[in-house]
């Protein structure tokens, strides 16, 4: 069992920063990755960025070079730094936290969401 909760959402205009944290408790040894998702009304949920146990980094092409994920080393917090935001960037983000067997099973933790929104 892994318990996820995000803070750090609000408004924010254009250009502007803001960074999400995501606390994680439970069974959080067995993670094998973590990342944030977002969703905006009308759209599919997206993969914005992911970070694996060996510190391995990945990103959205819409995010890179303004989105930075990051964690501790007990994985007991996850972060999303946030720079240069666009109105396109509005949405509900979620934390997500992953235990995978490789060829045996997957499954996935999320967290509640945090509203980001990006506007003058």
């Known amino acids: 069992q892994v318990q996820l909760v995000e803070s750090g959402g609000g408004l924010v205009q254009p250009g502007g920063s803001l960074r999400l944290s995501c606390a994680a408790s439970?069974?959080?040894?067995?993670?094998?990755?973590m990342a944030w998702y977002r969703q905006a009304p009308g759209k599919q949920r997206e993969l914005v960025a992911t970070?694996?146990?060996?510190?391995?980094?990945s990103y959205a092409d819409s995010v890179k070079g303004r989105f930075t994920i990051s964690r501790d080393n007990a994985k007991t917090m996850l972060y999303l730094q946030m720079n240069s935001l666009k109105p396109e960037d509005t949405a509900v983000y979620y934390c997500?936290?992953?235990?995978?067997?490789?060829?045996?099973?997957?499954?996935?933790?999320w967290g509640q969401g945090t509203q980001v929104t990006v506007s003058s």
């Open positions: 439970g069974s959080i040894f067995s993670i094998t990755a």
């Open positions: 970070i694996t146990n060996d510190g391995s980094t």
């Open positions: 997500n936290a992953r235990k995978e067997v490789a060829g045996t099973w997957r499954h996935d933790y």
